[in-house]
């Protein structure tokens, strides 16, 4: 079995996604980048998987992006470069059109491509040892649009110029007070727990609500053109025809924990 590689766990309603690379810190190689929008299809399509948790494996790092020991060989040139962009632009659109909510359990470096990935997130935990960054411009490597754009929908333009430009990682409370994370625990223990916390509560949730407001909050971000407001007022209007809202009046009234089905 390679020693890099993406794992995912579907348990308890959380599909746990896992980059798993100890010896490169969870830097994502190729194979690791063409197996992930076959992982993130499967999510959106296993029912039972109601919110993603993306976490990296170890005690030394969420993700480090990409990995650069490949270079080299596969992406020395433009030429190459757009091979290997289109397997992150995969990724990428494969997230951003997930309608469950994604959850990131972020401990350690968390740069690059990492980053990306966590800012795709919906919540985002880290533990005090956590590292954000965008080190491109000491690679050399161009932080292109796309991924600035990813950026800036967090943390705003002047953030992301300071971050960009500069390549710094930031650490400790610069991480809340720039918008980077939900919230930080003092270490990865609580960082690990606060998260799957989250992710708990989320699956409890109502299936079709989560998906109204996955969809709501992914028009309003559209860049591409105005929000697509019937596309959200129709799965607006499928919460409440649906079993599952009927499921939630009943438990209230009846001061019980509800059920939903998805239904």
């Known amino acids: 079995m390679s020693e890099a590689r993406v794992t995912l766990a579907i348990a308890d309603g959380i599909a746990h996604l896992t980059f798993d690379h100890p010896r490169r810190m969870n830097a994502i190689t190729a194979s690791m980048w063409q197996s992930l929008p076959g992982l993130l299809d499967e999510v959106a399509a296993q029912p039972e998987a109601r919110v993603l948790l993306l976490q990296g494996a170890g005690d030394r790092a969420f993700c480090t992006g990409n990995d650069t020991s490949e270079f080299e060989a596969i992406r020395a040139s433009a030429a190459q470069s757009a091979a290997y962009n289109a397997w992150q632009r995969a990724v990428a659109e494969r997230m951003a059109a997930l309608e469950k909510p994604a959850i990131a359990a972020i401990h350690g470096h968390c740069l690059g491509a990492g ?31 796309e991924d600035i754009v990813k950026l800036v929908d967090v943390v705003g333009l002047a953030t992301a110029r300071l971050m960009v430009l500069t390549g710094r990682s930031f650490a400790g409370e610069a991480l809340e007070r720039l918008g980077l994370v939900t919230q930080m625990l003092p270490d990865q223990a609580a960082m690990q727990k606060a998260a799957l916390e989250a992710a708990r509560e989320v699956a409890g949730a109502a299936p079709l609500s989560l998906r109204a407001a996955k969809v709501a909050f992914h028009e309003l971000a559209r860049r591409d053109g105005p929000p697509d407001l019937a596309r959200a007022q129709l799965l607006a209007d499928a919460c409440y025809d649906s079993a599952d809202y ?13 059920r939903f089905k998805g239904e």
């Open 246 to 258: 009927a499921e939630g009046r009943a438990a209230r009234a009846e001061r019980r924990a509800p």
């Open 115 to 145: 980053l990306e990935l966590a800012l795709q997130c919906d919540l985002r935990f880290a533990s005090r040892e956590a590292r954000m960054g965008v080190p491109a411009v000491k690679l050399g490597l161009p932080y292109r649009l």
